[in-house]
């Protein structure tokens, strides 16, 4: 499923000399977190819709949409305040945290320009002095058990049929 995006936000991510400022704004959260943690990529913090995100040095790598791949992401957090780690380094390897991404643009900074909210299993937590990455693993929800959807013909006669 290919992303539509403004010429002027794609300039504004990728253009060394454009006169915009593209920010990515996260919002990290689960049930065991003592807060929700909004955090932006950019080097003062940005009021988005009323709620503070606070300047945090990270980066993001897009999930890559390929048919047939299961989507990953990673991110990578500068190791200089481990509030963040601290709390995703807590969770056990099944659990999932829920991370939503906003882009604005600096100069209008509480309109969207895309946004979307993904549910992501954490793997392959790597620390060292100066980095932690994470990788996100998409949950896929193609492979959870639905118990009480059974396809019988009693509720899908068209399957009966078409084996006849």
Known sequence: MARS???AFKAALISP?????????????HASFSQTYYVCDNNEDITHNGQVYSA????IAFVDEVEGEIPSQYLVFDNVDTTIF???QQLSSTEMI????KFIVASN???????RTITYKVANVDVD?????????LAVISNDAIPW??????IWPGLAAART
Not at 20 to 29: D, P, Q
Not at 149 to 154: D, H, K, Q, R
Request: proline share 4%; with cysteine.
């Open 56 to 59: 945090y040095a990270f980066d």
């Open 86 to 88: 601290t709390a995703i």
């Open 149 to 154: 959807l059974s396809a019988t013909p009693a």
């Open 109 to 115: 900074p509480n309109t969207n320009l895309l946004s």
């Open 17 to 29: 000399d454009c006169d915009e400022v593209g920010i990515t704004l996260l919002t990290i959260s």
């Open 98 to 101: 829920t991370v939503t991404q």
């Open 129 to 137: 002095e100066l980095t932690v990455q994470a990788s996100l693993i």
């Open 5 to 7: 995006l403004t010429a």
